[in-house]
């Protein structure tokens, strides 16, 4: 079983499309986070939720929307897609209860917005 | 704020050296560290954490890290590479203090090459 499920794995659109990420934990996990990793593999926090609470909001444009419809459920959805946006979308999920947040990474989505 | 600083964005190896990937943080309270692994096209893969119990951390695949709060350092090492420890590695670190909003900063990764 697979402790974080991204889909897709891969994700080809065009200019100005609307599309989502579908993110799913099996870990029992009460956080749940969106990293972007650039074309320079650099990675950065977009999203954090606790408990289905947005925790961490980075500075990102409001184009990009996450939800989650429950603690193991972190979607990510993202309106009028530019060229900019390529890149890989990792969620990923930790226990914060439990004191030390390691985090627990999906396979990534990679988004090429042609 | 917090900051992660990997000296060396390449490093190459030959099969069977000693593997040393640089890490400095920045950080006004201790922090946490960790060490992730990334291999193509892959998520990444926790190595080994430090969480104030011990400064010699030991991790997954022969992997080890010391952690030297004089230095503000936390570098990985391993005695022998194996051609298979060819991935990028990252080096982050936590707040503890930051509740629930404690994410993890990533340095800029370091790309290990095993040459044979």
């Known amino acids: 079983d697979t402790a974080v499920s991204q889909t897709p794995k891969y994700l080809v659109t065009q200019m100005g499309n609307d599309k989502s990420i579908k993110c799913e934990q099996n870990l029992g996990h009460d956080t749940m986070y969106w990293y972007k990793q650039d074309s320079k593999k650099f990675l950065k926090i977009m999203f954090s939720y606790n408990n289905k609470e947005l925790i961490i909001n980075e500075t990102v444009p409001n184009r990009f929307s996450p939800k989650s419809p429950d603690k193991a459920h972190l979607n990510l959805h993202i309106n009028s897609l530019e060229l900019g946006d390529s890149a890989v979308y990792f969620c990923?999920?930790?226990?914060?209860?439990?004191?030390?947040?390691?985090?627990?990474f999906g396979q990534g989505t990679r988004l090429t917005v042609v | 704020a917090q900051s992660v600083t990997q000296l060396g964005s390449h490093v190459s190896v030959s099969e069977g050296a000693l593997v040393l990937l640089r890490c400095n943080y920045s950080s006004s309270v201790p922090p946490y560290l960790f060490w992730y692994v990334q291999y193509p096209n892959q998520g990444l893969q926790l190595l080994l954490k430090?969480?104030?119990?011990?400064?010699l951390v030991k991790g997954i695949n022969g992997f080890e890290a010391e952690f030297k709060k004089s230095e503000t350092s936390f570098h990985l090492t391993k005695p022998s590479a194996h051609m298979s420890d060819a991935a990028e590695y990252f080096c982050?670190?936590?707040?503890?203090?930051?509740?629930?909003?404690?994410?993890?900063?990533f340095g800029s990764g370091t790309q290990l090459t095993v040459l044979p």
């Open positions: 430090y969480t104030s119990a011990a400064t």
């Open positions: 990923a999920s930790s226990q914060f209860a439990r004191g030390v947040t390691e985090a627990f």
């Open positions: 982050a670190v936590s707040d503890p203090n930051l509740g629930s909003a404690r994410q993890l900063t």
